[in-house]
């Protein structure tokens, strides 16, 4: 039970300021690593979200009609403040998500492209022209911004996500709403004073936290036009219908299952590490996570697994000041529930090669920490095959063929990340072409697009048209118009026509 006069209650960032809870509703929020509760995050009620969207409403004609080059210069200075601060950064997101130090500055850096994509948004909000389309008429298109819009965040990127949702919403012109998680909001209200201090006007960036409450009034209420989201499937699903029926613009990223297929040529000891680094890494927690090793040829699976066995076996879990491969899992609830899909998988009849039930930090541990798992002999409709496991177990599917590992994985309803490990390039084209998943690597652990490239899965690892990160942000927030203008002499020929216009 924590002690409530010594936690930090937090607050909203609304208006420009911190704002305190007056919902009278909270949420603990847990440093994983030592198990104990650090601060307690207020749940927004309805009126709340209202008052943030009323704010962002206000603001949002003076934003849309600075110079876009006023708008870039605003989101540079935000960008080199983010820079200055890195350790701050990193202690935040070290501290709420249990995520080791490493881990915490690659995700800063990964965000920091998507920052640095909005900067060149004088460029990216061009239209097209075209002259004398008939008639003396000239025609453009042009990208508004669309007004307030919204972003919904899941914990396990307390700040790669929110940036590449947000970044480029404002750069556009738009008045932005963060629903940040609520288990990890310390890291958004930081950025939160970091936009004020690059000179953001108050109201064009508000942080509401929250639980279902805030959310479904984001997508009720009609002042808001568009809907980012990012985290589990079924939310996901339910983000997708509900913004829908309420006529806003939505893309839901879901979750992943994400395979590494090895070909019998691929560089065994190249597969071994890039397995292990993204299975593993930030203790699996990670929408691009390698789930399943998927070997192929009857050979490969017997050649891997003690390799694997002595390597996995030798991680070390830990606290991120520890020099540990990787950290906790977020909550008591997660860890339990990865237990479960343990105990699930051996019952099912999979093999396990590690079980990190038997570990000391497993089991004698404050914070919620797991060693690693490794099961063999996973096949399709057990449920650590179907399902996403948000922690460190892991699988190997053996496969004869590669038409057998494509068909597999294509069968399967999620379909974010693949990638294979090949030294053949006909197998390597074979299957970026078969393959029906949205980020396909070869020969790379995980392939994450960089962030000025678009990022999204298929299948029910996405709902609604519209990616992440890249250039598609721009079409996403704003809205193009399409112009047809026409000066002429009042002497020029303007007779009554019928016929339907054509040059
Ligand atoms: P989550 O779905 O539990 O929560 C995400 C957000 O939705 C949070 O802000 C939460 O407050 C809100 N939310 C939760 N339940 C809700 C409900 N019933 N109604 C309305 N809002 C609700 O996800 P999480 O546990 O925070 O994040 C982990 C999941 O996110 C994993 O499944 C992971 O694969 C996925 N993820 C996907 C991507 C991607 O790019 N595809 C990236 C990161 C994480």
């Not at 219908?241 to 090895?262: F, P």
């Not at 597999?408 to 299957?431: C, M, P, S, W, Y």
């Not at 960089?450 to 298929?458: E, L, S």
Request: net charge negative; charged share 20%.
């Amino acid at each position: 039970m924590a002690n409530y006069t010594t936690v930090k209650e937090l607050t909203h960032f609304i208006g420009g300021e911190q704002v305190p809870g007056t919902s009278g509703r909270f949420s603990d929020v847990y440093n994983p690593a030592s198990g104990e509760v650090i601060g307690r995050v207020p749940l927004a009620s309805v009126a709340e979200v209202q008052n943030a969207i009323q704010k962002a409403k206000e603001a949002f004609p003076a934003w849309r009609d600075l110079s876009v080059s006023k708008r870039a210069d605003i989101v540079l200075k935000f960008r080199n403040l983010l820079s200055a601060n890195t350790e701050k950064v990193v202690e935040l997101i070290c501290t709420e998500s249990g995520k080791t130090r490493e881990d915490a500055l690659g995700e800063i850096t990964r965000g920091l492209e998507s920052v640095d994509l909005a900067i060149g948004v004088p460029h990216l909000m061009k239209g097209e022209y075209s002259v004398n389309v008939g008639g003396g008429i000239n025609a453009y298109s042009a990208k508004y911004p669309l007004g307030v819009v919204a972003a919904i965040a899941p914990f396990n990127f307390p700040i790669m996500v929110p940036l590449a949702q947000t970044s480029m919403a404002v750069a556009v012109g738009n008045a932005v709403i963060l629903k940040a998680s609520e288990r990890v909001p310390m890291t958004a209200l930081y950025i939160s004073e970091l936009w004020k201090q690059a000179g953001l006007p108050d109201g064009i960036w508000s942080v509401v936290n929250g639980d279902k409450d805030a959310v479904n009034e984001l997508l009720q209420n009609p002042a808001v036009e568009a809907i980012s989201f990012v985290g589990s499937t079924p939310v996901a699903r339910y983000i997708y219908e509900t913004s829908a029926k309420h006529g806003k613009r939505v893309v839901a990223l879901g979750g992943g299952k994400n395979n590494m297929v090895v070909m019998p040529d691929a560089d065994l000891e190249q597969v071994v590490n890039a397995f292990i680094s993204a299975g593993y890494g930030a203790a699996s927690q990670r929408c691009m996570a390698i789930s399943t090793l998927m070997t192929v040829g009857s050979e490969t699976a017997e050649r891997l697994i003690p390799i694997l066995k002595e390597k996995i076996s030798a991680l070390k879990v830990g606290h991120f000041q520890d020099g540990a491969d990787f950290g906790p899992v977020i909550s008591l609830q997660a860890k339990q529930s990865i237990l479960n899909s343990i105990e699930k998988g051996e019952a099912e009849g999979a093999k396990l090669v590690i079980d990190g039930r038997n570990e000391e930090i497993t089991n004698n541990s404050k914070g919620f920490f797991l060693a690693p798992t490794l099961f063999d002999h996973v096949k399709p409709g057990m449920e650590i095959y179907e399902q996403e496991i948000f922690g460190p177990v892991r699988n190997v599917v053996r496969v004869e063929t590669l038409e057998e590992a494509i068909h597999l994985i294509n069968q399967h309803e999620l379909g974010n990340g693949v990638t294979i490990f090949t030294n053949d390039g006909l197998a390597a084209r074979k299957f970026t072409t078969e393959i029906d998943v949205g980020m396909v690597g070869v020969n790379v652990p995980i392939p994450i697009p960089v962030g000025y490239h678009n990022f999204a899965g298929f299948k029910d690892s996405r709902f609604g048209d519209g990616q992440m990160f890249g250039p598609d942000q721009v079409r996403f927030y704003t809205k193009s118009k399409m112009i047809s203008e026409r000066w002429i002499a009042p002497s020029e020929n303007n007779n009554l026509s019928f016929a339907f216009p054509s040059n």
